[in-house]
Structure formats: structure tokens, C-alpha cells
């Protein structure tokens, strides 16, 4: 860590010693840590994905339901990220965490699926996932894999082999209740931690901003990992604003190597 000012090298040697005091650590992540993976925002403006429509106006189940071909060629760009996207050493270091027993779970708000496939478990996707889609006729669910590059190579909206219903990804858009079973799993599992460690995300969007909250009501720690200022910073006992791709392997080298 030689590159490191000592003051940086102190706060990450703290955050590191929070993990291996705790029993029960989360990790709740949002957009900031998949950026470094080539993916924009899903739910904000700036990446100039969203120039042409604002994702409120396209990414609703209203849309979704009358203008379908209009959702598709809008989710393109993102999906062409998408089905290109590696995890980043950030997903990576949490996977080394989590088998060394360092975390029970991963709250995500990302749809990319990058946890998973990083080799990570117990992956709780509270806004859904881009791994599936679900037919809007039958409700039969099928894996996104084969059905995302065909609907990338075509743009046009995939169909059920079933019943020719329309698919849609188990993405929550606009409108859209947050996946019951997944939301209460987070909950608890924020109520039961002793630490959470909150990674690439602002906290803006609700109810996952809530997360902190109910930890911090049980008395769980925070760490905040993030580029942009958050709310709950000032709750928390360690923050980082940083890129979390080099911050989260160096705090997780000092956990495992010391
Ligand atoms: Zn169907």
C-alpha cells in the first residue's frame, strides 16, 4: 500500500478491524460498484444512455405494458452492457470476504446479476435481476441466458415459447412493487447485523435507504464506501469516498492478511 497516504492506510486498517470484530456482516451495494464494470446508473441521468428518454418516463410498468417495443429499444444500450459486463475487483474481494467468513450476505439494488456471477452467495437483488425474464401471460419464468443476445442482435421484444406472451426481465420498474419474499429477507437481515458495509450507493432511492436505518436501530455499525456524500455518513464510524474497485480490495487484503 505504498501509494497510499497513511491517513487513507489508517482509515482502511480501521474498516478492516470493524470486519473482523463483526459476527454478522451485510453488505449493501448499489450502482457505484458495477460503474467500474461499464454499467451507467439504471435510475439516473449523466451516463447519456438516458438523453432520449428519461428512465421514468420508459422504464415504467406502464410502458412496459402498452408501448413493449418501446421499453426494448430503450433497455438496448443498457442490455448491450450488460451481457459485455465483468465483476470488478470490488465483487471479487467481497467474494474473498464472504468465504472467509467475513459476510453473511449482499443486499443489492444492481439488476447485472454481478455478485452471483463473481461467486458470491446469499445475494439478496431487492430492484430485481436481469438474470430472468417473466411472460406477462402465463407468468412461466425463464433464464435471461440465449434470450437477452437474440433480443440484442434483433431488438425486438422476446416472446414466450410457451404461449407468444410477452417476455419482460424481473427488472422492478417504475410503479412495480419491490419482490416481496427478497424485500422482508433484506430487512430482517439489516435488523439482524452487526455490521453493514455500504458500498457504491447514495442511498436515494427508496426503500433501500431505509437499510442503514434499521441496522443502526439494532445497533449494527455502518462503513460507507462511496464516491458521492450519502445521508447516513454522518452514523457511520468509518467513510471512504473513493473508488470502491481499489478501497474494497485494499480493506479486504488488510482483513484476510492480517
Ligand atoms: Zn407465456
Not at 176 to 204: F, H, N, Y
Request: aromatic share 6%.
Amino acid at each position: 500500500m505504498s501509494n497510499l497516504s497513511k491517513a487513507k492506510v489508517k482509515i482502511i486498517r480501521l474498516a478492516a478491524n470493524l470486519i473482523k470484530e463483526s459476527h454478522h456482516a451485510v453488505a449493501l451495494t448499489g450502482a457505484g460498484i458495477s460503474t467500474p464494470s461499464g454499467i451507467p446508473d439504471f435510475r439516473s441521468p449523466g451516463s447519456g444512455l438516458w438523453t432520449r428518454y428519461p428512465p421514468m418516463q420508459v422504464a415504467s410498468l406502464t410502458v412496459f405494458r402498452y408501448d413493449p417495443e418501446h421499453f426494448y429499444e430503450w433497455l438496448h444500450p443498457l442490455a448491450l452492457k450488460l451481457v459485455n459486463a465483468k465483476p470488478n475487483a470490488a465483487h471479487l474481494a467481497l467474494v474473498k470476504l464472504q468465504s472467509a467468513g467475513y459476510l453473511d450476505t449482499i443486499i443489492t439494488q444492481n439488476i447485472d446479476g454481478l455478485h452471483t456471477r463473481a461467486g458470491s452467495k446469499d445475494v439478496l437483488e431487492v430492484h430485481g435481476t436481469m438474470s430472468t425474464l417473466t411472460c406477462i401471460d402465463c407468468f412461466k419464468q425463464v433464464p435471461a441466458e440465449g434470450i437477452l443476445q437474440e433480443y440484442i442482435s434483433h431488438c425486438t421484444p422476446p416472446h414466450c415459447q410457451d404461449c407468444g406472451g410477452i417476455l419482460k426481465p424481473d427488472v422492478i420498474l417504475y410503479e412495480e412493487q419491490l419482490p416481496v419474499k427478497t424485500w422482508i429477507k433484506a430487512e430482517e437481515t439489516s435488523r439482524k447485523c452487526d455490521l453493514m458495509i455500504i458500498i457504491g450507493t447514495s442511498l436515494e432511492v427508496m426503500p433501500s435507504a431505509k437499510l442503514p436505518v434499521y441496522a443502526l436501530e439494532h445497533g449494527a455499525r455502518l462503513i460507507v464506501l462511496n464516491r458521492f456524500e450519502t445521508y447516513i455518513d454522518v452514523r457511520a464510524e468509518v467513510v471512504i469516498r473513493d473508488d470502491v474497485a481499489e478501497i474494497v480490495p485494499r480493506i479486504a487484503e488488510m482483513v484476510l492478511t492480517s
